[in-house]
């Protein structure tokens, strides 16, 4: 067999046709294996049909559905490079993701029709794209493209020739952007294929499970599950977005036993009433990542009967980076475990030595899933992969087991008075008020200190005050790690995968901070 990502699919629908593959919740429509893999390969042969070749960039602005993972195995087995885009970004911001992975073809969603417009409008100087394909009603689809209904059933059902395998490249993912210009990870049928295998031989997964995705497709914690899912023979209920009521129902409607949520998406499901009146009984855990999962949340989960696994990864991993195991989760809560099963992880110093337990350092990865590169984009490849070893920017603690804690981003740390201060362990504190909904804590200039903590904060109470805050937080930090002030929002603004946008709130909040 092939080294083809999109055989995952053939292969499963040969073995397990009529085992439920996909359900598209938003339509209701249901789809097993044999009637997914039928779909995928109509899309290939109509692409096939329309020109798209080995190596041809097609880029996906779909919402969660059941296109978006027919079109990404059709181009799979083709040999296309696939480049998810976030549907969230603006019509500049995606002018300069089509333009830097040279995309011909734009398949997206008539939920976009005006921001595709927008840049079809401006011709050349925004886009290369040349093939435009629209997912949604055929009546009110743009005058330049090409109904996504009619390009499916033009296609043939039998399996395309395979054009791609191991080392050629399968994506171009790009990174949220939160510190500067997206950057494209590069990942190949060999990556992807080593990562599948990772997740399955690491997390409590199994045939037949189902599992709930609600973080968006084009990112890497909604994509590998998916990818992990088709191989192992698992269904896949995907949610056209992530809504906290909707999220428990599906639970219940659906018999989930495994999910993924970011600390935010946690957050957000204890505060609707949906929690109390629906079933989860069938929930045997949700893995949580993207930012350290704060202690207080994860008990609160632990205290309704439902473990929460810590996972740390990243894009540029294709997903897997550390993931506590179930029999430690507990035992070990606030741990993000040990590096999955073939991945080698370390925490090095400045000079790239072993830290001891206890001592702050960057995380580095190496494993035969992470990235190829940057695309376009030599230095910052160099940058990142030095030696083999991905250095990730991100800061953990690992104890004398080899258990490692993920502190923050080296970015988002703070030097008070000379001292490290990392704000997830702020926001951690912050969190086990019961007034507090949301936090992120960013640092501000102290003519004093040269940075102090400062605290933006959704608060669930009317009634709760700076000073109010400011206690609770009295003995439970050290003084040079107390925050200097609290600012009152309606929201923190995230970015997809739920990361607190720090650069934005330290543009709304330049201090200086309260000495």
Known sequence: MDNNVGLFLSKRAMLNPDLEAVIDHASGRRFSFAALNARANRVASALHQRGIRKGDRVALLLMN????????????????????????????????????????????????????????????????????????????????????DAVLASGEENEPPIAARDDDLLFIMYTSGTTGLPKGAMHTHETVLWAVFTIKATADVRFKDRYAIALPLFHVGALAPVLGNIHAGITSVLLRQFDPSAMWRVIEEESITTTLAVPAMLNFMLQVPAREESDYASLRWIMSGASPVPVALMERYRDLGIEIHQVYGLTECCGPGCL?????????????????????????????????????????????????????????????????????????????DGFLTIHDRIKDMLISGGENVYP????????????????????????????????????????????????????????????????????????????????????????????
């Open 324 to 400: 506590i195991s179930p029999d430690q989760a507990m035992q070990r809560i606030g741990s993000t475990g040990k590096a999955f099963f073939h991945t080698d992880v370390r925490v090095v110093d400045a000079e790239g030595n072993d830290v001891g337990p206890g001592e702050p350092g960057e995380v580095i990865i190496r494993a035969r899933h992470i990235m190829t590169g940057y695309w376009n984009n030599p230095q910052a490849t160099a940058e990142t992969i030095r030696d083999g070893w991905l250095h990730t920017g991100d800061v953990a603690l690992v104890d004398e």
């Open 65 to 148: 559905g059941v296109e978006f993972v027919e079109c990404f195995f059709a181009l799979a087995k083709m040999g296309a490079v696939i480049v998810p885009v976030n549907w969230r970004l603006t019509a500049d911001e995606l002018s300069f993701i089509l333009m830097d992975a040279g995309a011909g073809t734009l398949i997206y969603s008539h939920d976009f029709a005006g921001t595709v417009g927008e840049l079809h409008g401006r011709g050349a100087a925004a886009t290369e794209i040349s093939r435009w394909i629209e997912v949604g009603p055929a009546e009110q689809r743009a005058a330049f493209a090409e109904a996504y």
């Open 424 to 515: 997830a362990e702020i926001e951690n504190v912050l969190l086990s008020h019961d007034k507090v909904g949301d936090v992120a804590v960013i640092g501000m200039p102290s003519k004093r200190w040269g940075e102090s903590a400062f605290a933006v904060v959704v608060a669930k109470d009317a009634e709760l005050s700076e000073a109010e805050l400011l206690q609770h937080c009295e003995g439970k930090l050290a003084r040079y790690k107390q925050p200097r002030g609290v600012a009152f929002v309606t929201e923190i603004p995230r970015n997809p995968t739920g990361k607190p946008l720090k650069r934005l709130l330290r543009e709304q909040f330049p201090g200086p901070a309260a000495e």
